[in-house]
């Protein structure tokens, strides 16, 4: 559905909505006189702003706003274009218009008068609303989707604006001011209650623009979230310098794009930019709100970038010939799950995956151990995490490679995008292959604050949607800038999947997302409900994609209550709970654990390829135990209970 069907605030409810970015700093870039009113080359150069608009759109902005911030009386005046008030602001929607079509909204901008405002007289603020009817109803007679009042430092003329368009309209208005370093309350009122003011005056949505670049904007922001509106941001990029009698604007695309994520995730609805970005800077945002939302923003190729599919991306190799994973997952897909589906007969047409970790350290015994424990019971591969929980650990790749060579088993590694940027990746992928790493899973990966070291630098260049397209393209033989690799790689593609997510919607959009960015197969997270898990599979088997289940052995009933009411997306059902709570001790709370998770794999053993046992606090017989279910027995010299 075209996005202008949505009502604009529905739209915001859903988030994340992406802004367009700056148009007076993007004119005066391209060559139009700065002793001119930016706002009149709506008139006299149409083609330059509807160009501007156009790369906002492609960038990904879902929110275009007229090129009429300065379209006042009173701003116009100083350029005697006043007489044209009317016909700068209708044209200016109009080609706000043009550019978005049915891609994005349309916001009338109305900006300050550009007079110290103190306190107002009655006749003073009559004046103002006067101002600023007059441009709003030149705004409305064209047809906006809503209003944006803008970089407003005086409440006094914000609240006059507000009464102004609010005697005309009733449609959504977001009405946004701008603090400084020296100017960190406006008229005595800090954000949150500047949030206040703006919301019992009639705004839809609260904010903060220009200012002096995104770090300064962030801490503005977070006041005025939880205030009882939804809240945007459009920062600078950065704060000016003047070099060469040019004024710059320093604030790269890059580093604007890792605050979006922050504005984003710390609970901002709309995020843009305002003097000194352009489309790039916008381009980083959405990749923040797709990031975010689930694959919402779309985004177009860079002008001038050449898709990965128009410079010959090579054939890539069939999932069966990859790796021994890959051949047995695509031959149980297809023999045991192709036709009338059946239960597995035993550990050929059943596969596993069982997670183990390094311990803090350097020692690897305990998991060599368990690894070669593992590999005598029949498991198919070990899965080694990528710092999980944002915890600091041997890097998985040392600990696979060591497996590999000494146990010897295949491994599956995860990459997460948290720790290295988008060059990091590419060369760690390239070593990786190198080295004989064959089968990866691919995750956006923990925040830092969940793990020891809580203010490490959250990176994110990529989420786990972005870094399949890389690994999908180098597995085409195409690098992530475009280039064609002299040989391409070949790595079996892994994605999770969260059943019990809160945003269930959300999380089937981003698996078929996943898919159409290369995932070969899924490894869910685990649940313990078996409506919950049988809703996935059914909605998710016209996907066509192979599915391992996520099976974690629960270890103790207080073990259960932490996973329940701690640990994001885990819902353990109340009766499961009490099973738990009923075990006498240490031993019967395994056991019982053990139980459950077998009783759910029971359930959906039929209807899935094979089973992803995730055991905790290193007890790795727990995963055996399960796969009892379907045929796997601990080899003879590991029946006693001192192997790992």
């Not at 160009?51 to 960038?59: L, P, T």
């Not at 990029?237 to 790269?252: N, Q």
Request: glycine share 10%; with cysteine; proline share 6%.
């Amino acid at each position: 559905m075209p996005l202008k069907d949505t009502p604009f605030l529905d739209s915001v409810a859903r988030g994340p909505i992406v802004f367009d970015g700056a148009m007076g700093t993007q004119l005066y870039e391209r060559g139009y006189f700065i002793s001119r009113s930016f706002d009149e080359a709506n008139l006299t150069r149409p083609d330059l702003v509807l160009g501007i608009h156009r790369d906002y759109v492609a960038a990904g902005a879902q929110i275009i706003e007229s090129n009429t911030f300065g379209a006042n009386r009173e701003l116009l005046r100083r350029y005697g274009a006043e007489d044209r008030l009317k016909e700068i602001n209708r044209a200016g929607v109009r080609l706000a218009r043009q550019a978005a079509g049915e891609r994005a909204y349309v916001a009338g901008s109305i900006g300050p008068t550009g007079h110290m405002v103190g306190a107002l007289s009655d006749e003073a603020r009559a004046r103002l609303e006067s101002v600023f009817s007059e441009q709003a109803e030149a705004l409305l007679e064209e047809g906006v989707d809503l209003l944006v009042l803008e970089t407003f430092i005086s409440a006094g003329e914000i609240e006059a604006a507000l009464k102004a368009v609010r005697a005309l309209y009733h449609g959504p208005v977001v009405a946004q001011m701008s603090f400084s370093e020296e100017r960190q309350a406006i008229d005595g009122f800090p954000p949150a209650l500047i949030a206040d003011f703006l919301r019992e005056r009639g705004a839809d949505v609260v904010g903060v623009n220009c200012a002096e670049g995104p770090a300064l904007v962030f801490e503005a922001a977070r006041e005025m979230i939880g205030r009882g509106r939804p809240v945007s941001v459009q920062p600078n990029a950065g704060r000016p310098r003047r070099l060469d009698e040019r004024t710059l604007y320093m604030t790269t695309p890059e580093y604007f794009g890792v605050y979006a994520r922050r504005f984003f995730q710390s609970g901002a609805q709309l995020v843009g930019g305002c003097c000194g970005t352009g489309p790039e800077h916008i381009r980083r945002v959405a990749a923040a709100a797709a990031m975010v939302g689930g694959g919402r923003v779309k985004v177009e190729a860079a002008t001038g970038a050449v898709p990965a599919a128009e410079i010959g991306r090579r054939p890539g190799t069939l999932t069966e010939k990859k790796s021994a994973l890959g051949e047995k997952i695509a031959r149980v897909f297809r023999d045991r799950l192709g036709g009338p589906r059946r239960d597995p007969k035993g550990p050929d047409d059943f596969v596993v995956s069982v997670e183990v970790n390094p311990e803090p350290g350097l020692d690897l015994t305990k998991a060599l151990g368990a690894a070669s424990m593992l590999k005598r019971a029949g498991s198919d591969v070990v899965n080694i995490a990528d710092g999980p929980r944002a915890a600091a650990r041997m890097s998985n790749l040392a600990l696979g490679l060591r497996m590999q060579s000494m146990v010897p088993i295949d491994v599956i590694l995860h990459v997460c995008c948290r720790d290295r940027n988008l060059l990091g990746l590419h060369s760690d992928l390239l070593g990786a292959w190198v080295l004989g790493i064959r089968n990866l899973v691919i995750i956006t990966g923990d925040p830092p604050k969940m793990g020891d070291y809580p203010a490490a630098t959250a990176v994110f260049d990529l989420d786990s949607i972005g870094l399949l397209r890389l690994v999908d393209s180098l597995n085409h033989g195409v690098d992530p800038s475009g280039k064609p690799m002299p040989e391409p790689t070949g790595f079996l593609l892994a994605c999770g999947a969260e059943p019990a997510a809160h945003d269930y919607d959300r999380e089937l959009r981003r698996l078929e997302e996943k898919k159409r960015a290369g995932a070969e197969f899924v490894m869910t997270q685990p649940v313990y409900d078996p409506a919950v898990l049988r809703r996935f599979l059914d909605d998710t088997r016209a996907l066509g994609l192979p599915i391992l289940v996520g099976i974690c052995p629960l270890a103790s009933s207080r073990n259960a209550e932490f996973l329940h009411n701690e640990v994001p997306g885990m819902q353990i059902p109340q009766a499961i709970r009490d099973r738990m709570a009923a075990a006498q001790d240490p031993n019967a709370g395994r056991r019982e654990g053990v139980l459950i998770a077998r009783e759910m794999l029971d359930e959906v053993k039929a209807d899935v390829v094979g089973a992803y046992l995730m055991p905790q606090f290193g007890r790795y017989r727990s995963a055996v135990e399960v796969l009892e279910a379907v045929g796997y027995r601990f080899a003879p010299e590991d029946t006693k209970d001192a192997t790992p």
